[in-house]
């Protein structure tokens, strides 16, 4: 298959590259194949597994750093609600259902297509730490001198695990980890998921907080709350209180993790169409933040450090 004869599609955050056959989608990637690929597929069938709809493997070719996939067209959530007069409240609804049915998934191991096993992994603290250190590792280094630069990093660290001890739901749920309106797809068949292959068990309301404070889409703050009271009523089980501060927490921690990665791509892979996201995912740190105490040592952090009303993003 000479992937250069067929359309090129629009990348993602990646480092795949898609391209549309007669019937098919063709993902090819040289560099971290093995979670692109391999587990992807793996993570796509363990969704199907649980009748929730992700592309299927058509054929793999994985020596010359290829597979073929179901294609579920264009039509992204994301695009739909371009149309002024969507009615997103049902869409949410339908994506709230998505959503539960994932975190009702239990597998943790799946066999990929080289008939070796795939576990998906915990969401540790570690992890989630490291993640929260992108924002330390690429955007501080635009705005702070290399000396003060160090000392800022031990402070945020101190705070950043103070945070997450503080969290109350454990790694008991299958999250998707990118769980937002352009990586679910509107097909013949229902709403299916795409770009799935970073999934791991960790907390019930991570994947909420990607679908609410998502950087890519302004929402007011009256849809924020109806989506999340609509997961509570689905979710009656939940103590409001400490699901509201994972909630919180986790947004806050995903969005500065999501600033980091957006630099990243602009600083290392020449990737600057993301510099755009960054002035709304400080907003949505400030929304999350700036009314809540468990947030004044970071709120005070970051206003001494970063000019939010300025200082958005960057020129190369």
């Known amino acids: 298959m000479h992937l250069n004869k067929l359309k090129k599609l629009t990348g993602d955050a990646s480092f795949r590259s898609f391209y549309r056959g007669k019937k098919n989608i063709f993902v090819h990637c040289k560099k971290n194949k093995k979670s692109n690929l391999l587990e992807y597929d793996a993570v796509n069938k363990i969704l199907n597994k649980k009748h929730i ?21 264009d039509l992204t959530v994301f695009k739909k609600f371009q149309k002024k007069s969507i009615n997103k409240k049902i869409y949410y609804k339908k994506i709230l259902d998505l959503l539960i049915k994932i975190k009702n998934i239990k597998a943790k191991y799946q066999k990929t297509f080289l008939n070796t096993y795939y576990k998906v992994p915990n969401y540790s603290l570690k992890k989630l730490i490291d993640e929260s250190n992108l924002f330390l590792d690429w955007y501080l280094p635009k705005y702070v001198k290399r000396k003060k630069n160090r000392i800022l990093k031990v402070k945020f660290n101190k705070i950043f695990k103070k945070l997450l001890s503080n969290i109350y739901y454990k790694n008991k749920v299958f999250v998707h980890r990118d769980f937002h309106i352009s990586n679910i797809m509107i097909t013949k068949k229902g709403l299916g998921l795409i770009d799935s292959q970073d999934a791991v068990y960790g907390n019930i309301a991570y994947d909420l907080a990607s679908l609410i404070d998502d950087v890519r889409f302004k929402t007011d703050t009256k849809i924020k709350n109806f989506i999340f009271n609509e997961f509570i009523k689905k979710n009656k089980h939940l103590d409001l209180k400490k699901f509201k501060n994972d909630f919180e927490i986790l947004s806050v921690l995903r969005n500065l993790k999501i600033i980091g990665i957006f630099t990243r791509l602009s600083v290392r892979d020449k990737k600057n169409k993301y510099l755009k996201l960054i002035p709304h995912a400080w907003e949505l740190i400030d929304y999350r933040t700036l009314k809540n105490p468990i947030f004044k040592d970071l709120n005070y952090l970051l206003s001494k450090n970063f000019d939010r009303k300025n200082l958005k993003t960057y020129e190369n």
């Open 53 to 73: 709809l992700a592309p299927k493997l058509i054929s793999q070719n994985y020596k010359n750093n290829y597979i073929e996939i179901e294609d579920f067209g």
